[in-house]
């Protein structure tokens, strides 16, 4: 819990920060593809993201977000308890659209996030414990369309990947 207080800190003290400019808060929803040892531990995470885009031009900007994901766990053996995880995330990054520079930013774009997860899993009892932590780079390809916007976001850390497929929409601009 002390994790996540320091990452939403972090994101406010992002925010704060640059509110001298144009922002957006965008809030979205996530369907997770696991990967590697993931993906012997656990089927399809389901998950809700924040995120604040500062934009320094139409085509270039820095973000700051908020994940949290839920995985349905798998039995390890038959007859055994399915353990599912959660992992929260907190990521800081840069985006850049492909199109070319125009009033507002949308089109094809490119970002790349670093990331710092913390993963817990349930015990064989069902209680709560933290797993690890593990920190990543993490490429981005998507499409923005008005406030709309569409990714795909590998994450390859350590032990656990998966592939990330997203849609949020950005409701609050300063």
Partial sequence: MRQLIVGAALLAGTAASLSAQVMTVGF????NAPAGELANRAST???GVMQVEYALDP?????SGLSLARYMGRAPEAGDRRRDLDITGVTLGARTFLSS???KPRGPYLATDFGWYRIL???AEGKWQREE???GLLP???YRAGSVDISAQLKFMGRFQWVQLG???GLFRF
């Fill in 59 to 63: 085509r270039w900007s820095v973000l």
């Fill in 28 to 31: 979205g929803a996530t369907v």
């Fill in 121 to 123: 899993a349930q015990d």
């Fill in 101 to 103: 520079a125009t009033e």
């Fill in 140 to 142: 981005t390809l998507g």
């Fill in 167 to 169: 849609a949020s929409l």
């Fill in 45 to 47: 995470g389901f998950g």
């Fill in 133 to 135: 932590t593990e920190i």
